[in-house]
Structure formats: C-alpha cells, structure tokens
C-alpha cells in the first residue's frame, strides 16, 4: 500500500515539476554536478516526463540540506504550485 502511494504521487509530481529550469537553479547552486545538470537539460527538451524523474531520482538520493535546496529552488523557479502540492501532499515526509 504505502509502496504504491509512493510511486503515485513520483509519478504526479514527474507530471509537474519542470525539471530544466529547476536543475538549472540547482546547478547554478553547486547542489548538482555538471554531468547531471548536462543529462537534465538533454533530457527535459524532448523527454520532459524523464527529465523530472531523473532529478526526483537525484533527490530522493541526497540529504536534507539537499531536499531543503530542490525546495528552494521550487520557490526561486516560480514554481510555487509544485511546491504547495509537495507540502500538502507530505511528500518527503515518509520518503
């Protein structure tokens, strides 16, 4: 059951999370290497879906101090839907 929440909600915030902008803040942050903002921004032109997977997969990889930077960058994106919805959803709370 809680596997399959997990991979629901991986699977909505895939659909709205806008992996380049947000990989290109966090680049620009040091929080990713070059070969990982490079695959990112490959991948978020024709594969926008994977793209967002790719950094969901970086994330959910790293630290607190790593989950609080993507958070951040969210906010600096312009991208406060997908922030509220992480936030109402508990998102990272059980992950």
């Not at 895939?14 to 990713?32: C, F, I, P, V």
């Amino acid at each position: 059951m809680l596997q399959e929440r997990i991979r629901e909600l991986y699977e909505k915030l895939s659909e709205k999370l806008d992996a380049g902008r947000t990989a290109n803040h966090l680049y620009q942050q040091g929080a990713l290497i070059k070969k990982e903002f490079e695959e990112i921004q490959q991948l978020s032109t024709d594969l926008p879906t994977r793209a967002a997977e790719q950094l969901l997969n970086i994330v959910l990889s790293q630290t607190d101090d790593f989950l609080d930077c993507f958070l951040n960058s969210l906010i600096r994106t312009e991208q406060l839907d997908v922030h509220q919805w992480i936030v109402l959803q508990g998102l990272f709370t059980f992950l």
